[in-house]
């Protein structure tokens, strides 16, 4: 994206764009600097989606969709004590900074979910947004864990990669479970 006169943005709006994002923060000086944001960033991402998931398990109507919902949110919270782990570790306060990218996947998400009349397009709508959240959360942890091995952050490393299998388990389930029941009913 330009950051000069090419862009069609007023200027205060990059600016705050900028700073939310946090990528062209003055404060990023090292890889322990981008790894720190980077866990942050996933640190607010596990709190958004644990905020989530609860609406996704009252919206879904396939018992098996909701029985994964709730176990994925029993997940997430202990993702989270995982993350705040790493922060111990690293003698940090564990704390969020805003995330653009899984602010918007929830934001279309609901406004997807909302769109829906049909309760069983509906499912396989709610497992494209899962979906769509598991990706973005696979990329982060992966990153952070060849970051933290990189780094000498191994007990980090290992906490990192819990949650990963797990974010990477979660999309194999649904996978299968879209392949196999929910797409072929949506699509009836």
């Known amino acids: 994206m330009s950051q000069g006169g090419g862009s069609c943005r007023p200027v205060e709006h990059e600016k705050k764009r900028n700073e939310t994002m946090g990528l062209f923060s003055k404060e990023i000086k090292s890889m322990d600097d ?25 919206k879904a109507s396939n018992s098996q969709l909701k029985q994964g919902f709730e176990h994925h949110l029993k997940e997430t919270e202990g993702q989270i004590q995982n993350l705040e782990q790493v922060f111990q570790k690293m ?14 996947i929830i934001e279309e ?4 979910a909302g769109e829906v009349e049909d309760p069983q397009v509906l499912d396989a709508a709610l497992i494209a947004a899962a979906q769509a959240v598991e990706h973005y959360e696979i990329t982060r942890y992966g990153t952070l864990v060849t970051w933290a091995e990189q780094l000498g952050h191994k ?13 990477k388990a979660t999309d194999q389930k649904l996978t299968q479970l879209a392949e196999s ?7 009836e």
Not at 40 to 58: F, S, W
Not at 109 to 112: D, G, K, P, V
Not at 155 to 167: F, G, H, M, Y
Not at 181 to 187: K, T
């Open 181 to 187: 029941r929910i797409n072929l009913a949506a699509a």
């Open 34 to 58: 981008l790894f720190v944001h980077t866990l942050q960033d996933i640190y607010y991402a596990e709190k958004q989606i644990m905020k989530a998931l609860p609406q996704m398990i009252q």
């Open 109 to 112: 998400s609901n406004e997807i």
């Open 155 to 167: 007990e980090c490393a290992e906490l990192l990669k819990k949650n990963l299998a797990q974010e």
């Open 91 to 104: 003698n940090m306060q564990a704390k969020g900074v805003n995330c653009p990218a899984i602010d918007g």
